[in-house]
């Protein structure tokens, strides 16, 4: 992957000259190319003292923005007195300063919905992008850290032929996407780059990153099931599930192809578990085929869990909080529904399998569960398809009573590594992506 010129800034927020120095060599000693100066921070400021004292013996070339209020900045005073403050910052050898309407246009969205703009920024020619020196010292909402620039995005690595991948959702900042296919990506030599899209309207946000540049995505809540819609074709298992979570462009004719590797992921994790260890080879016949399949839930990872294991020959049951939803996706599968409140009474056969793919137990109500320890007897297999926390209340009192237990972690790693196939038409890494998930889990 080609290097770019884009300059790593690191914004000092300190309200006292010491520590700004003490920042200064810190930012240097994190790889930055310059640090930006914040005078309007210091409190008791002192310009040609307090200049004289932060630009001789600069570690990094500096940046000095001396931000008003009207701009989001701490400055209340007159402009012309800010503006001589900046002439005198350059008399003194300021490489740089931020002067609000001067070109270069350094062009940052802020919040969580301008990442984009400031990880993609080397793609697009950018000046400038801000790394802070960890989370909390932003200078303005939105800002990532140099550790996250460098190392889950490689931005060093970004070029204009840089491709881009990405996780759609609202909410997305949860997301482990970005580390696992981020790693994945250098582990091949891939010139790609993954990154999170927060995104309210998905045919809208499709329409306008239309480049062929914007190759592939993941889909999360709550979007999956729009994405049937949005795409210009939908692989037949993810159409009968109506729910898809990854979307591809295809290189010959830039079409948007839809799959649903959640379904895969989950399923192959429970027979695995069911085998009695992860990446079993003796895979002959399912053994899941025959025995009864209890899915609590009936959104995107219901369905893909209750047609998964459909296929795989099991009888299934759909317990879900909106009775309707539960009886819509029953009929579906050819299965049976039942209320949330049926489960604690619902045993008609020993050794079933139980699936949650509700958000309960979900960080950070990690003290709720879908089913009673009681009623958990009932079954000699239990996955949760919640991976945070990595071993949900649900699991850990399934194991308790003795079923053996299979994570949401097992399923997330399995349909990133169908994704990643689908994204690049080369084997997943395996062993790279499940030591990325468990570095940072
Ligand atoms: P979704 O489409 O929004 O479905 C959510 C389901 O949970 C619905 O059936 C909903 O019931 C039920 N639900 C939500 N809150 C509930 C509550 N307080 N009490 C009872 N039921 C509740 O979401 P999804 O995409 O299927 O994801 C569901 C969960 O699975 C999330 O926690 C997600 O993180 C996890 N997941 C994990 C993976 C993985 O790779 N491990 C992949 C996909 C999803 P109603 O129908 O009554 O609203
Ligand atoms: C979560 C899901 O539900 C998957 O289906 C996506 C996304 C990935 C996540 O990264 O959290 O493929």
Not at 59 to 77: D, I
Not at 137 to 163: C, F, H
Not at 216 to 226: L, Q, R, V
């Amino acid at each position: 992957m080609g290097e770019n010129t884009t300059l790593l800034c690191v914004p000092l927020i300190s309200h006292n000259v010491e520590d700004m120095l003490v920042q200064m060599n810190r930012a240097k000693a994190s790889g930055a190319d310059l640090v930006e100066i914040r005078l309007d921070h210091l409190e008791a400021f002192r310009p040609s003292e307090d200049l004289q004292r932060l630009l001789s013996d600069r570690p990094l070339p500096a940046l000095v923005t001396y931000r008003p209020k009207w701009e989001g900045g701490e400055y209340e005073g007159d402009d012309h007195t800010r503006l001589d403050v900046l002439r005198l910052a350059m008399e003194m050898g300021a490489d740089y300063i931020d002067v609000e309407l001067q070109v270069p246009i350094i062009g940052l969205v802020m919040r969580e919905r301008g990442w984009i703009s400031r990880i993609l920024c080397p793609k697009f020619g950018g000046y400038l992008t801000f790394g802070t020196l960890e989370a909390g010292k932003e200078s303005a909402p939105g800002q990532l850290t140099m550790k996250e620039l460098l190392n889950v995005y490689n931005i060093r690595q970004i070029g204009r032929d840089t491709k881009v991948y990405g996780i759609i959702g609202n909410p997305v900042g949860h997301s482990k996407g970005p580390i696992l296919h981020n790693e994945a990506f250098t582990s091949v030599g891939l010139n790609a780059v993954y990154v999170p899209f927060l995104v309210d309207n998905l045919r809208e946000f499709l329409h306008v990153y239309s480049s062929p540049d914007f190759s592939g995505f993941s889909c999360t809540i709550p979007h999956k099931e729009a994405a049937v819609e949005c795409c210009d074709e939908v692989d037949p298992v993810a159409k009968s599930i109506g729910a898809v979570n990854t979307i591809v462009r295809r290189k010959s004719d830039g079409k948007l192809v839809g799959y649903n590797t959640d379904y895969q992921g989950a399923i192959s994790a429970i027979e695995d578990g069911m085998r009695g260890s992860y990446g079993a080879t003796d895979k002959i016949g399912s053994p899941l085929a025959g025995k009864l399949f209890v899915v609590i839930g009936a959104g995107g990872a219901g369905k893909a869990l209750a047609f998964g294991a459909k296929g795989k020959g099991a009888r299934i049951v759909i317990a879900n909080r909106s009775y309707d939803r539960a009886k819509a996706l029953a009929s579906l599968v050819g299965g049976e529904a039942i209320s949330l409140g049926d489960l604690e009474s619902f045993h008609p056969d020993e050794g079933m399998i139980l699936a949650n793919s509700t958000s309960i137990g979900m960080h950070p109500n990690i003290d709720e569960t879908p089913i009673s320890k009681q009623a958990l007897k009932s079954y000699s297999v239990v996955f949760d398809a919640v991976y945070t926390p990595k071993v949900t209340r649900l699991l850990t009192e399934a194991e308790e009573v003795g079923a053996t237990v299979v994570s949401g972690l097992e399923m997330f790693i399995r349909q990133a590594m169908g994704q990643f196939e689908l994204f690049t038409g080369l084997r997943a890494p395996e062993k790279v992506m499940r030591e990325a998930v468990m570095r940072n889990i």
